[in-house]
């Protein structure tokens, strides 16, 4: 029920009007008085007063028991905001406070300082660190590295650019070669085989010129078997490279006397003896380089080959350090210190994540709970305004039921023959006040009693 509703229920007294709505009281009154009554002596009520009495209380009854509705439902109003307020904004920052220490509490045993994973990476970084100090101060030099930084190619270190260059450089060269074995439409092939010869010649050269760049680091604690094994496996590895220039080459004479390139009657590699007599006994052919019978087109290209892969070598040669490990040591060092800022970034970023996410979903409730605050405010303002409402009701209608009264007394006065009784007047409403104290008392007696003056 709404405070107009149960304004309603007073509409008689809520817009009371002096001249309008005493005429009954004055014609009362007047009737009374002319009969002199009530007596000179009496000193309750009239029969007639006490009945505007408890029509007043009647309708102030009715009122206030809707009133009371009213105000109850105000009150249960705030007490479910109240606990919605409890439940909603109390309770979701505990729970929101809760879950983001245990988060943080989780990450903080798997990637924080304490952590197994922390200190396993803080003691292989500890072990890589000493060896690589270890081996510098043994040379007593910084690391030797050239060509190691990135290019304009950030991908790749000026070494690989160079190196993939030369591989680049192998694969037409090989072309010649290696187009003998497959037919005309398989290019594709071709192309793939002659990219891979260029690839494992430079990968071969890549060996070559660090283990001379190394060699004497190498054998220093080798002891001799060791020493000749060493030399057995890189002259191994230089006799591979020869052999595969050296067939590289042949297929490709093959392929130059094929196109006229080479020269009629030219002889590759391959011919027999019968078929390539000169290719051991002709005069002047006894040299490595009778292989090409003086085929200008054929050593030129061998030339290029043997320049390419000796370019590698040397770039390998000079890219290395001459200790064997240093590098090694270096990059094994520099490894285990990402990892180790890897966790430590890793760490940052996930507690950064959780906070974030606690200040967004905090800042939900906090909005929740100012919306919440700001309509318990509101109720609670409502239900002052309606104590309010009810207390100027009750002067209203106490000030009507004063003003019938004191025109009924006067009328009554005017038209008496004899003395008015006692409780007329100032006395009236004293008497007026401990009418309402005792009747009224239980409903609304402390209450209205405030505002009989």
């Known amino acids: 029920m709404t405070v107009s509703t149960a304004d309603r229920v007073l509409d008689f007294y809520l817009n009371f009007s002096p001249q309008r709505d005493t005429r009954s009281e004055h014609r009362r009154g007047t009737e009374h008085g002319q009969q002199n009554r009530p007596g000179s002596d009496q000193d309750d009520f009239s029969t007639?007063?006490?009945?505007?009495?408890?029509?007043?209380?009647?309708?102030?009854?009715?009122?206030?028991?809707?009133?009371?509705?009213?105000?109850?439902?105000?009150?249960?109003?705030?007490?479910?905001?109240?606990?919605?307020?409890?439940?909603?904004?109390?309770?979701?920052?505990?729970?929101?406070?809760?879950?983001?220490?245990?988060?943080?509490?989780?990450?903080?045993?798997?990637?924080?300082?304490?952590?197994?994973?922390?200190?396993?990476?803080?003691?292989?970084?500890?072990?890589?660190?000493?060896?690589?100090?270890?081996?510098?101060?043994?040379?007593?030099?910084?690391?030797?590295?050239?060509?190691?930084?990135?290019?304009?190619?950030?991908?790749?270190?000026?070494?690989?650019?160079?190196?993939?260059?030369?591989?680049?450089?192998?694969?037409?060269?090989?072309?010649?070669?290696?187009?003998?074995?497959?037919?005309?439409?398989?290019?594709?092939?071709?192309?793939?085989?002659?990219?891979?010869?260029?690839?494992?010649?430079?990968?071969?050269?890549?060996?070559?010129?660090?283990?001379?760049?190394?060699?004497?680091?190498?054998?220093?604690?080798?002891?001799?078997?060791?020493?000749?094994?060493?030399?057995?496996?890189?002259?191994?590895?230089?006799?591979?490279?020869?052999?595969?220039?050296?067939?590289?080459?042949?297929?490709?004479?093959?392929?130059?006397?094929?196109?006229?390139?080479?020269?009629?009657?030219?002889?590759?590699?391959?011919d027999t003896p019968a078929t390539a007599p000169g290719f051991v006994t002709a005069p002047g052919n006894e040299s490595f380089f009778g292989l090409f019978r003086s085929d200008a087109p054929g050593l030129f290209l061998f030339m290029i080959n043997s320049g390419v892969f000796l370019v590698a070598a040397i770039l390998s040669y000079f890219r290395h350090d001459p200790h064997p490990d240093y590098e090694r040591a270096h990059d094994d060092m520099e490894n285990a210190e990402k990892e180790l800022q890897k966790l430590s970034e890793e760490y940052q970023n996930r507690i950064f994540d959780i906070e974030d996410q606690y200040r967004k979903q905090m800042r939900q409730v906090e909005t929740l709970g100012n919306r919440l605050s700001a309509e318990i405010a509101e109720s609670k303002e409502k239900a002052n305004m309606l104590q309010d409402h009810v207390q100027k009701t009750l002067a209203i209608i106490l000030g009507v039921l004063i003003q019938q009264l004191s025109v009924y007394q006067t009328a009554n006065e005017e038209a008496r023959t004899t003395a008015s009784p006692r409780y007329f007047g100032a006395g009236g409403k004293d008497k007026l006040r401990q009418h309402i104290l005792s009747d009224w008392g239980p409903t609304i007696g402390p209450e209205a009693a405030e505002y009989v003056r």
């Open 48 to 270: 007639y007063e006490v009945q505007k009495i408890n029509e007043a209380k009647t309708a102030v009854e009715i009122y206030w028991r809707r009133i009371k509705e009213e105000q109850e439902n105000a009150v249960a109003r705030i007490r479910n905001k109240e606990q919605d307020y409890e439940e909603k904004y109390t309770n979701g920052k505990i729970f929101l406070l809760n879950r983001r220490n245990g988060q943080l509490n989780s990450i903080e045993n798997n990637y924080g300082g304490e952590s197994g994973n922390y200190r396993s990476l803080q003691d292989k970084y500890n072990q890589k660190s000493e060896e690589y100090n270890s081996i510098a101060v043994d040379v007593g030099r910084p690391l030797i590295r050239h060509l190691y930084t990135a290019s304009f190619l950030p991908f790749l270190s000026w070494y690989l650019l160079l190196m993939t260059l030369l591989a680049i450089i192998e694969t037409p060269i090989n072309w010649w070669s290696v187009g003998t074995i497959f037919s005309e439409e398989s290019w594709v092939l071709t192309l793939i085989s002659a990219i891979m010869a260029g690839i494992i010649l430079i990968f071969i050269a890549h060996f070559v010129g660090m283990f001379f760049r190394q060699v004497r680091e190498r054998f220093r604690n080798e002891s001799r078997w060791g020493k000749i094994v060493w030399i057995l496996v890189i002259v191994a590895i230089i006799g591979l490279a020869l052999a595969i220039i050296i067939v590289l080459a042949a297929m490709r004479q093959d392929a130059l006397e094929l196109t006229g390139i080479g020269g009629a009657g030219q002889r590759t590699l391959f």
